[in-house]
Nanobody
Framework: QVQLVESGGGAVQAGGSLRLTCAVSGYTDSTYCMGWFRRLPGKEREGVAI?????????AQSVRGRFTVSKERAASSLSLYLQMNSLKSEDTAMYYCGLRTRPCTHIRWYNGGLVVDEMDYWGKGMQVTISS
């Protein structure tokens, strides 16, 4: 059974940093597409950052230069990270980790965020709150 568990969220002041972690269990295949998504208050969920099994990445325009996505693949574990620096109040949202068991073949930038293929698995999400 594939499970995604996010950690590292919380509340910080504007200008601060957070590092989000997504721990994946139960998935051992070498092909995947993973990403961070967020749902801002009153808005649709949007893609923030994507990383594929070949290490290629895509970053939303709204966070480019401030957020960095990375992954770590060991023999029996897969982890996804999102380093968030220079946080702004508009970054306040629920953040989710997603896993697609195939490559992401449709990634486009739209309205500051990313639109990507549907994920196969999701974490439960966690709140990130930035106070000004």
């Amino acid at each position: 059974q594939v499970q995604l568990v996010e950690s590292g969220g919380g509340a910080v002041q504007a200008g601060g940093s957070l590092r989000l972690t997504c721990a994946v269990s139960g998935y051992t295949d070498s092909t995947y597409c993973m990403g961070w998504f967020r749902r801002l208050p009153g808005k649709e969920r949007e893609g923030v950052a994507i990383v594929e099994s070949d290490d290629s990445t895509s970053i939303a325009q709204s966070v480019r230069g401030r957020f960095t996505v990375s992954k770590e693949r060991a023999a029996s574990s897969l982890s996804l990270y999102l380093q968030m620096n220079s946080l702004k109040s508009e970054d306040t949202a629920m953040y989710y980790c997603g896993l697609r068991t195939r490559p992401c073949t449709h990634i486009r930038w739209y309205n500051g965020g990313l639109v990507v293929d549907e994920m196969d698995y999701w974490g439960k999400g966690m709140q990130v709150t930035i106070s000004s």
